[in-house]
């Protein structure tokens, strides 16, 4: 049982390149989200999920897509990366109220 | 829209002493309400939650919170810290009806020897 599985771990892009960030969970959950962590700032909700084919916009949506076509899977693209995205990424997946978070992806964007 | 406030983004204590995270949430329902803990380079950990049974709520490396509806509050204790305790700790609230998750800015404990 892997949980919640999100790669890579670390990325860097250069300004105007796009990218997908990659989540997996096993755990059978129809609530997954993304979080950008800064600092000083929490984590921030970027898009969720509560069932495939169904998602919606969280706190800090801007520059970034999502689509989650299969239960397992909840993908976030960057349509063309910025230097203010340049944060930690969080996945996480829930269920009955506890949210399970992925390892993170550390992303620079120069 | 609910919310929470961590007041503290720093604490620092003693090892043995007494450790008190500040959480307070605004929710126009009753909320369900966690705490987080993040160790350097990790994701983040469960440690306690309350969803309405019991008010003093015990988590796992025996800290504990208790939510007081009179002050909108949820604070995060533990009677002793250890040096394992250091860590980022974040407050968080879901409504009822989702699992949307809205996190505190946190606040990151230093425990010295």
């Known amino acids: 049982n892997a949980g919640v599985t999100q790669t890579p771990k670390f990325q860097v892009l250069k300004t105007g390149q796009s990218m997908t960030l990659q989540c997996a969970q096993d755990m059978n959950h129809e609530y997954m989200s993304w979080y950008r962590q800064d600092p000083g700032m929490g984590l921030r909700l970027i898009h969720y999920?509560?069932?495939?084919?169904?998602?919606d916009q969280g706190e800090v949506p801007n520059g970034y897509n999502v689509s989650r076509s299969t239960t397992e899977d909840f993908p976030l693209r960057l349509l063309s990366a910025a230097p203010s995205q340049t944060s930690v990424y969080f996945c996480a997946s829930t269920g009955y109220t506890e949210a399970f978070f992925g390892q993170g992806t550390r992303l620079t964007v120069v | 829209a609910q919310s929470v406030t961590q007041l503290g983004s720093h604490v620092s204590v003693s090892e043995g002493a007494l450790v008190l995270l500040r959480c307070n949430y605004s929710s126009s329902v009753p909320p369900y309400l966690f705490w987080y803990v993040q160790y350097p380079n990790q994701g983040l950990q469960l440690l306690l939650k309350y969803t309405s049974a019991a008010t003093l709520v015990k988590g796992i490396n025996g800290f504990e919170a208790e939510f007081k509806k009179s002050e909108t509050s949820f604070h995060l204790t533990k009677p002793s810290a250890h040096m394992s305790d250091a860590a980022e700790y974040f407050c968080a609230v879901s409504d009822r009806d989702t699992d949307k998750l809205i996190f505190g800015t946190g606040t990151r404990l230093q425990v010295f020897p």
């Open positions: 999920s509560v069932g495939a084919g169904i998602t």
